[in-house]
C-alpha cells in the first residue's frame, strides 16, 4: 500500500494543496457570483451542503490515494467521486426527473448507496469496486426504466452517467491486474 506522504503519487504535497485549494475555490465561486449578479442568490444554508458535499470529493481522493498506489484505481475513484458530486448537484439544484422536487428523484440516492455499500463489501479492493461501478451502472438504467415508466425521459442523462461508472469499472478492473 502506497500512502499520500510517500511522494511518488501525490509528487509530495503540492498535489494535495492543489485538490483543496482547487474545491476551496469552488465553494467560493457562488460567493463571487453573487456579488456581481442577483441569479445567485446563496443562504448559508447552500453553502454548507456545498462544502460538505466537496468535503466528501476531496475525502474520497485522498482516501483513493491513500488506499493503492495503483494511478488507474486512483483515477477510478477520483472519476466515480466526481460522478457522484454532479449526480447530487443536479438533483439538488433542479432534479434530475421532473423538478427537485419530486419524489422520484430519490432514486438517485439508491445508485450512491449501491456504490458505498458496495465499496464496504469490497473493502475497498479494486476487483471489487470493479463490480460495485458494475452494479452503479445498472442501478442507473433501472433508475431511468422507473422513470419512464412515469413518464420521464432521461435517457440521455443515463446514458452519461452508466458510461462515467462504467469507465470507473475499467479502471478499477486495470487496477486489480496490475496490483499484486
Excluded: C
Excluded at 510517500?6 to 482547487?22: E, H, K
Amino acid at each position: 500500500m502506497t500512502g499520500a506522504t510517500d511522494g511518488r503519487g501525490w509528487r509530495g504535497q503540492a498535489w494535495r494543496m492543489a485538490l483543496w485549494g482547487g474545491l476551496i475555490a469552488l465553494l467560493l465561486l457562488p460567493l463571487a457570483a453573487m456579488q456581481v449578479t442577483a441569479e445567485v442568490a446563496w443562504d448559508s444554508r447552500d453553502f454548507a451542503i456545498f462544502g460538505v458535499m466537496l468535503a466528501i470529493v476531496g475525502g474520497a481522493i485522498e482516501a483513493g490515494v491513500r488506499l493503492s498506489g495503483s494511478p488507474a484505481y486512483r483515477l477510478a475513484v477520483a472519476i466515480a467521486a466526481v460522478a457522484g458530486f454532479l449526480l447530487v448537484w443536479a438533483n439538488l439544484a433542479v432534479g434530475v426527473i421532473g423538478n427537485e422536487d419530486n419524489p422520484l428523484n430519490a432514486m438517485f440516492g439508491g445508485i450512491l448507496l449501491v456504490g458505498v455499500l458496495g465499496a464496504a463489501i469490497a473493502r475497498f479492493r479494486a476487483s471489487g469496486m470493479a463490480r460495485t461501478m458494475i452494479a452503479m451502472a445498472a442501478a442507473q438504467v433501472v433508475v431511468a426504466v422507473v422513470a419512464q415508466i412515469y413518464g420521464h425521459f432521461i435517457w440521455p442523462m443515463t446514458v452519461v452517467f452508466a458510461a462515467i461508472w462504467l469507465g470507473s469499472a475499467a479502471l478499477f478492473r486495470k487496477a486489480a491486474r496490475t496490483t499484486p
